[in-house]
């Protein structure tokens, strides 16, 4: 079974420019959560889709959005890039919020905001 | 909100040795606990994880113990080989009445651990 996928592997912006960034979970997994990646803060949760829903979101600022769509893949946006949003945003697929099965990692995107 | 403190944040150790890693956690909520593994240039990867409802959980030359009582589990590796060495993470999250794990794990910061041949 395929894993995790996410797109683009790697990725270099300016500040002030907008971002998307793309998330196919397992096949089979429902659930899609959102985590950014930094050396200084860690991981950290940045939010989680359900049936098209977000369920739950961390504490980062509006310019981080998300969606998912009906096939369960899922997309999360930035928008006026800062420099300090380089990092490595990294997206985890379970089987659904409410299962016993685990989070499952892709291998991230990694963006470099200049 | 969930806080896990880790420690500690680099660990080195000799093949064969054994490598403990520690996390506390300040949620009582908090009912699910894995612990992800995290190679250069890769996602973290699943090892090994527990729920509230046990106290120690082993898989081959990995265990892990959780005290609820006093907010901590640890990650126990035996027998260690060169190839452990990686990034280890611990996490928290809060589950419901029936023991199922929320969307949202909130993480410690990390041990490097380094084992030498």
């Known amino acids: 079974k395929a894993g995790v996928t996410q797109t683009p592997r790697y990725l270099i912006k300016t500040r002030g420019q907008q971002v998307t960034l793309s998330c196919s979970p397992i096949s089979g997994h429902r659930s899609v959560s959102w985590y950014q990646q930094t050396p200084g803060q860690g991981l950290q949760f940045l939010f989680e889709?359900?049936?098209?829903?977000?369920?739950n979101k961390g504490n980062f600022p509006g310019r981080f959005s998300g969606r998912q769509f009906s096939n369960s893949r899922s997309e999360m946006n930035v928008s006026t890039l800062e420099l300090g949003d380089s990092a490595l945003y990294l997206c985890?697929?379970?089987?659904?919020?409410?299962?016993?099965?685990?989070?499952?990692f892709g291998p991230g995107t990694r963006l470099l905001v200049l | 909100g969930e806080n896990v403190e880790q420690h500690p944040s680099t660990l080195s150790v000799q093949e064969g040795d054994s490598a403990v890693i520690k996390c506390t956690y300040s949620?009582?909520?908090?009912?699910?606990f894995p612990w992800y593994k995290q190679e250069l240039g890769k996602g973290p990867q699943l090892i090994i994880d527990i729920r509230s409802n046990v106290g120690e959980k082993k898989d081959q030359r990995i265990a892990v113990t959780l005290n609820k009582t006093a907010k901590h589990f640890s990650l126990h590796i035996t027998e260690t080989q060169p190839e452990d060495s990686a990034v280890y993470f611990c996490a928290a999250s809060p589950s419901n009445a029936g023991g199922t794990s929320y969307g949202k794990l909130t993480f410690g910061q990390g041990t490097i651990l380094t084992v030498h041949p």
């Open positions: 889709y359900f049936s098209e829903t977000q369920r």
């Open positions: 985890a697929s379970s089987l659904s919020p409410g299962s016993k099965e685990t989070q499952y």
């Open positions: 949620d009582s909520a908090s009912n699910y």
